[in-house]
């Protein structure tokens, strides 16, 4: 239980930081996990390569909620290529989830990142998880 | 408390001991496994049967002029009449064995879909349906031009059938379920046989969440099929059942083709065995099969009314003993009556994975998600429930640990 729900993805789901949504995002993309009915919507400004701003909005568990919390604040600042390559490892080392975690939870705290490459490369191209 | 004369049924901690998964430790604390209406476990007796076959008689069946596969077939088509009788089917010609309850369901969707239904025909199914007595004909719809038709459910989540009637208007199938995987709600499937009969339409019923768990006379109900899985009756998975009306069954044309289904084959065509091989392509389960048939031997002996008022007696208690959690509610009827051992509920401001996660290290199995149920889910507005569900081996202690794991989860997320 500890290390699924450590204070920080709690804190992250009670208090979001970037919950809502862009008056105009330069992108914006939804997915849905179909295995629990969980979606996530992520917003970004972009201005000269660099995302400037990203708000995240949706429905699911402290997890993947927790998850696009973090990401969504990761990113800001980031180049658009770097956001491109941002890795599967790299996003459980940011919200503290072992990779050897329950595949069904994996799977929770990887919506957010899917949602933000199928935005980044373009509609209809979400990857799959192992192609994170 | 009222959970104690269940208990004097039958002893309940002898059956526990039959079986062997139950004795185990998850995270540290005993094994509470409230997931039977997605899978059951299995009697120690069921898991030797299933070994006995392969050790001692392992051969095919309908085929060898030797002893092993003679007592092979003697075996398989014993569990045949003993699932037969399970039932009360009028012949044992009428026990098709399938994979599963989807497979049964397909079977016919298939089968009889194909060759009576024409465009314009309706197919009347209710929203409680799982996706495997929906999507069958969302896909025979598809393929003949039919119309789909959809029985509503009121607040306590019962069907409504004011409207029957109207709504039977051009009905060639009606594809309901017994027992709501998710509400628990039993549906009166003899007065909507009666009713649809009267117009004409065959009646299919999806037991699998009811012939586990209480007495199913497919004679009295009046209905012409029935599904159900034996992975869910504490058999083994991949053997199911389709019950089907002879007269019917031998009317219709083959579902899958291959050996077995056959009379004289040739280049170009051929003719078809009677039934049920008519439906049983290719080798079959056979070992679970011969399991199924030992598990309906094991629920025979205890009494299919029995596992019924003993589930009952846990279902109120849960009712009961949830009602308490603060922000908590439970999805389908309120009480007992018509109502069977799932019970699905959201907690607010927990989502149903971190309930099952919080549960999970409590040691306690339930499942989380929409239990192939989106419709019924869309219909309550909500993505997902956690469902409890209950079956013979069942004891109020687990209640009582649900109830305090689900405190712990409102404290952690509140």
């Given at each position: 239980m500890d290390d699924l729900y450590r204070e920080l993805i709690l804190e992250h789901y009670k208090h979001p930081r970037r919950r809502g949504r862009l008056e105009r995002p330069d992108v914006s993309a939804e997915e849905h996990n179909p295995l629990c009915g969980d979606r996530v919507r992520i917003d970004l400004q972009i201005e000269n390569g660099v995302i400037t701003d990203a708000r995240f909005d949706g429905r699911g568990c402290a997890i993947s909620q927790a998850s696009a919390s973090m990401l969504t604040d990761e990113i800001i600042g980031m180049p658009v290529e770097q956001a491109k390559q941002f890795s599967k490892e790299q996003l459980l080392a940011l919200i503290g989830?072992?990779?050897?975690?329950n595949p069904v939870r994996i799977k929770c705290a990887l919506l957010p990142l899917k949602t933000l490459k199928a935005g980044l490369y373009g509609v209809g191209h979400a990857p799959d998880d192992d192609e994170l | 408390m009222t959970a104690s004369a269940a208990l004097n049924l039958f002893d309940i901690v002898a059956l526990r001991r039959e079986f062997p998964i139950l004795n185990q430790s998850v995270n540290g604390k005993t094994l509470a496994f409230l997931d039977s209406a997605a899978s059951s476990q299995k009697p120690r007796r069921v898991i030797d049967c299933l070994e006995d076959y392969y050790r001692r008689y392992n051969a095919n069946v309908?085929?060898?002029?030797y002893r092993l596969s003679e007592e092979a077939t003697f075996a398989f088509e014993r569990a045949r009449g003993k699932v037969a009788r399970f039932i009360n089917a009028s012949s044992q010609r009428e026990i098709v064995f399938v994979r599963n309850t989807t497979e049964a369901i397909n079977l016919v969707a298939r089968s009889w879909g194909d060759a009576n239904l024409r465009k314009g025909d309706r197919i009347l199914l209710s929203i409680m349906e799982h996706h495997s007595n929906l999507l069958p004909w969302q896909m025979l719809a598809q393929r003949t031009g039919a119309k789909l038709e959809f029985l509503p459910i009121d607040g306590e989540g019962r069907l409504m059938l004011d409207n029957l009637d109207a709504q039977l208007a051009g009905v060639r199938i009606v594809a309901i379920t017994q027992?709501?995987?998710?509400?628990g709600t039993i549906n009166p499937v003899a007065e909507i046989a009666q009713r649809a009969h009267a117009v004409g339409a065959l009646v299919l019923v999806d037991g699998a969440q009811s012939v586990p768990h209480m007495p199913v006379d497919v004679q009295a109900l009046g209905i012409d099929f029935l599904a159900f899985s034996g992975h869910k009756m504490c058999g083994p998975t991949g053997i199911g059942v389709l019950w089907g009306r002879r007269a019917i069954l031998e009317q219709m044309p083959p579902f899958l083709g291959g050996?077995?289904?056959?009379?004289v084959v040739g280049l170009y065509e051929s003719t078809y065995a009677d039934i049920p091989a008519r439906f049983?392509?290719?080798?079959?389960a056979i070992a679970e099969a011969i399991a199924l048939g030992e598990a309906v031997d094991f629920l025979q002996e205890i009494g299919m009314d029995r596992i019924y008022a003993h589930e009952r007696e846990l279902l109120g208690y849960a009712l009961e003993r949830l009602s308490e959690v603060e922000g908590l509610r439970v999805y389908g009827?309120?009480?007992?009556?018509?109502?069977?051992?799932a019970v699905s509920f959201t907690l607010d401001n927990v989502h149903p994975h971190d309930v099952a996660a919080v549960l999970d290290n409590e040691g306690i199995a339930v499942r989380a998600g929409h239990h192939c149920a989106q419709p019924l889910h869309a219909h309550y507005d909500i993505p997902a429930t956690t469902r409890a569900s209950f079956y013979l081996y069942n004891i109020p202690e687990e209640v009582d640990r649900l109830v305090a794991a689900l405190h712990k989860a409102r404290t952690l997320f509140g």
């Open positions: 989830i072992p990779l050897n975690h | 309908h085929r060898g002029i027992q709501s995987n998710v509400l050996g077995s289904m056959i009379k049983e392509a290719g080798t079959p009827p309120a009480t007992t009556e018509m109502r069977g051992g």
